[in-house]
């Protein structure tokens, strides 16, 4: 295993100039880059961005708030992504469910979700799940007329111009969206076709709570967020993380270094991550 301390780092000096020629535009100074650059979060994401790690784990001691500003900064965005969503993967039963954004846009663009949709089901591809996509919302199908409804119904559209190959419904309540008898029985014209396993929520309150009480309430293993719309893998932990957290993220972390995009290149069946953070 090798340790870096930043500031002793025989990388130290070689990073702060390039942080400082990447921003010294947008308000860095040397002063600035070179104290940044003592921070665990920027020289590792940092080491990211230059291929000297596969992937990256961090979180405790941090908010998420804290984590995603160097992130953001440091670590380039993947080939035709605007923006980076952060994605829960709740297990239960041996069903692996998506939840997203949990962490990044707090009030997405119709634009932003549809590509948090895609971007989530792209990543759900990678574990070797067929993704059936549920733009959440407290409406279903018709039944609220609202400003915030009509942005996920915009999605949707968005969704299905740009990729006809993702089975995407919308707008729909959540438990809706999880019950497929009763979309069969009272919605037979939902392309759905199933139990959603990737929900789509309309902002980040809302997904962040959604995956925090699936969480509390116990019976399901939460991972994640892991981010997307990024060049390389990113888990995050929260804060408060056990030693368990930070193995979780690490096993997924190291996996989907594994699993480079696009997306369909040696997926990553969902039981197999199971066993494997059982095992961890």
């Not at 995956?211 to 060049?231: D, H, M, Q, W």
């Amino acid at each position: 295993m090798e340790i870096h301390e930043p500031e002793k780092s025989p990388l130290y000096e070689e990073f702060w100039h390039d942080y400082y020629k990447l921003r010294e535009r947008k308000g860095i100074t040397n002063y600035y880059a070179r104290r940044h650059m003592t921070w665990r979060l920027h020289f590792a994401s940092m080491m990211l961005r230059k291929g000297l790690v596969d992937s990256m784990v961090c979180g405790v001691g941090n908010t998420y708030t804290e984590m995603l500003r160097p992130i953001f900064t440091l670590v380039p965005k993947s080939e035709n992504s605007n923006h980076s969503a952060g994605v829960h993967l709740v297990l239960k039963r041996n069903e692996l469910t998506f939840f997203a954004d949990t962490t990044a846009v707090i009030k997405p663009t119709p634009a932003q979700i549809a590509e948090t949709a895609w971007s989530t089901a792209d990543l759900a591809k990678r574990f070797d799940v067929e993704p059936r996509v549920a733009l959440i919302s407290f409406s279903t199908f018709g039944s609220v007329e609202h400003p915030e409804v009509d942005k996920v119904r915009e999605a949707l559209e968005i969704v299905r111009a740009k990729r006809p190959d993702i089975i995407v419904e919308g707008e729909m309540r959540v438990d809706t969206a999880l019950m497929p008898e009763f979309i069969k029985e009272h919605y037979p014209f939902s392309q759905l076709g199933g139990r959603a396993n990737v929900l789509i929520f309309p902002d980040v309150s809302t997904g962040n709570i959604a995956y925090k009480i699936a969480e509390s309430f116990g019976g399901a293993l939460v991972l994640g967020p892991y981010l997307t719309g990024l060049e390389r893998p990113v888990s995050l932990v929260t804060r408060y993380a056990t030693i368990d957290n930070i193995l979780h993220a690490s096993v997924m972390a190291a996996m989907l270094a594994q699993t480079p995009e696009p997306s369909g290149i040696h997926p990553l069946p969902a039981n197999d991550l199971l066993e494997r953070v059982v095992k961890s």
